[in-house]
């Protein structure tokens, strides 16, 4: 408890900032040890805060649970195990006793050909000398690890070491240490050798890696901590500037408070990969006719709103188009829309109308002609492509006046009203595809037109685009795709390579439809293009008009 209240109220970092900080940090958390030990036997809060102000009255010197904490070990002697200091490190390393050793104190071996483990219960002199065998083989790995610890400096304290069995006669046991075995290849060392064997090696290494000294004959004075006064800190002041009119927008955003528009909720600026924000305004109904043998559910009477639209965007994104195309195709789609709808919700009643929506889509020419989406290989498609359009500075006025002067819908839809910005525009293309060397964009719709093929008219569709401001959303699209194909394609042409925006109302697609009731198809012309091109790089309408002069 007391370490999330340190942690969610920033106590640690108050703290900190008193010159003695690490001490009242330390002495902090060493009582909340000391209140937890104790609530495990105290009842109760109010007995545990009775405990706790006895203690501060009379607190007791001798416990050690009582003494004070380290506050840092920053410079502290850190005395460690070889054994612990694996795969640590330390600045300078003293390694006190190296040629002690100590003998192996059981038969316990490894068979050197079948590598199985053996204690043996009797002595014999063959135990005895592969168990010392794999003890010192153990210390010299250990040795490794101890001389492989320091960065700058390692100490060993050298002596010739001898048990009460080794004699008088100089002879030594350093030999069988790890260190004595590395030093004589395993030879005996006589006393008077050892200074011998350290200048040999001493030799062999080059710019005094290795220096051989005598222990200091005087006593050292006791140690003293380095006084070492941190210089206060203090905050520089920030000249700098913030920009407070940066921020990423979203056509959603941007069309908000159109003035031809209905009014809608607010909407996030940032647009929801397969989020139907179009449908927002219509609410998420039950079918508006029950089924009967008169009136059999179709997606005329599909329930309407978000939910359901973004239903319907999903089923075209999540579908496998290699698997429609494989002779079991029929079979791979039904399993598929019977998955899809007990995901989302909606009975098996609803699958012949969305089976015949997702076909009908899929087959219908979209071009009058041999432009069908069932035929768009995997590598021609790009499903929901995120883009993000830097904008210089953007504002309102120049964006009415731009594409009202290019295109008749947005001169039908009134004025655009918002905050002059800068910074990204976010968006999602439901559909990027490209089709006989021209990229088009395609969008799907969920709205609710009504319950005829005639609402889904041109004249209607067109009525709907003005309401809802597709015709930005479209020239937003296209925009984003034109600056995609520029710096992709080395011979780049508007004209040449751009093919259009295809809004397919789904509610209204129909097959072999010469009137095309529910697909809107429009090609926003490249002065449109180029000009919005300009206008979010913030330049001025001047350029736009010179560009179009060259291009004439």
């Known amino acids: 408890m007391l370490r999330q209240l340190v942690f969610q109220r920033k106590i640690a970092e108050r703290l ?46 001798n416990a ?3 003494q004070l ?38 038969p316990l071996y490894h068979d050197p050909q079948t590598s199985e483990t053996w204690l043996a219960l009797t002595p014999s002199e063959q135990a005895s000398v592969l168990s010392e065998k794999e003890r010192l083989a153990e210390d010299l790995r250990l040795l490794y690890v101890a001389l492989t610890r320091s960065v700058y400096c390692c100490y060993l304290g050298m002596a010739p070491y001898k048990s009460g069995k080794a004699g008088k006669e100089g002879k030594t046991d350093l030999h069988q240490s790890a260190i004595g075995y590395l030093l004589n290849q395993g030879s005996e060392i006589i006393s008077q050798d050892l200074n011998l064997l350290l200048e040999q090696v001493a030799k062999q290494c080059d710019q005094q890696q290795i220096v051989i000294s005598a222990p200091p004959a005087d006593s050292l004075p006791p140690y003293a901590p380095v006084n070492t006064q941190e210089a206060s800190l203090s905050p520089r002041n920030f000249t700098g500037n913030i920009e407070r ?30 989020f139907d924000t179009d449908a927002i305004n219509e609410q998420h109904t039950a079918p508006d006719n029950p089924q009967s043998e008169d009136n059999p559910l179709s997606l005329f009477n599909f329930p309407k709103g978000a939910q359901p639209g973004t239903f319907m965007h999903s089923l075209f994104e999540e579908l496998d188009m290699n698997a429609l195309r494989c002779a079991d195709n029929d079979a791979y789609l039904d399993s598929f829309l019977v998955d899809s709808h007990a995901r989302a919700g909606y009975g098996e009643e609803w699958l012949p109308a969305t089976k015949d929506m997702l076909l009908t889509c899929l087959n219908a020419p979209l071009d009058k002609d041999n432009l069908r989406l069932i035929n768009l290989p995997d590598s021609a498609r790009r499903v929901e492509m995120e883009f993000y359009l830097p904008i210089e500075q953007l504002n309102p006025q120049s964006l009415n006046r731009l594409i009202a002067q290019h295109d008749s819908l947005s001169a039908r839809a009134g004025e655009l009203q918002f905050h002059r910005m800068k910074g990204m525009l976010k968006g999602f293309i439901d559909l990027t595809f490209a089709y006989q060397g021209r990229w088009y964009v395609l969008d799907y719709k969920s709205n609710w037109l009504g ?40 011979d780049y042409d508007y004209d040449r390579h751009f093919g259009g925006v295809i809004y397919l ?25 180029n000009g919005l091109d300009q206008l979010f790089r913030g330049e001025d309408g001047k350029d736009n008009q010179t560009e179009e002069l060259i291009r004439c």
Not at 32 to 59: M, T, Y
Not at 253 to 269: F, G, Y
Not at 479 to 486: E, G, N, S
């Open 16 to 61: 900190l900032s008193f010159q003695d900080g690490e001490r009242r940090l330390t002495d902090l958390l060493h009582l909340g040890e000391l209140l937890a030990a104790a609530s495990l036997e105290q009842q109760g809060a109010s007995a545990l805060a009775r405990w706790f102000s006895e203690q501060v009255i009379r607190p007791n010197q």
């Open 64 to 66: 050690d649970d009582q």
């Open 69 to 106: 904490h380290l506050e840092s070990e920053r410079n502290l002697v850190k005395i460690i195990t070889i054994h612990k200091s694996k795969g640590l490190e330390y600045k300078v390393v003293f390694i006190p006793f190296p040629c002690h050793l100590r003998k192996a104190d059981s």
């Open 245 to 274: 009119n940066w921020w990423t927008t979203s056509y959603s955003a941007l069309s908000r408070h159109a003035s031809h528009r209905a009014e809608t909720p607010a909407v996030a600026s940032n647009e929801s990969p397969g």
């Open 451 to 490: 319950n005829n093929i005639s609402d889904y008219s041109r004249e209607a569709m067109e009525k709907v685009m003005i309401e809802h401001r597709y015709d930005l959303q479209y020239q937003l699209y296209s925009l984003a795709l034109h600056r995609l194909l520029k710096h992709r394609l080395p």
């Open 505 to 529: 109302f789904l509610r209204g697609v129909q097959m072999n439809d010469p009137e095309q009731h529910g697909i809107f198809s429009h090609k926003p012309s490249f002065q449109l293009i």
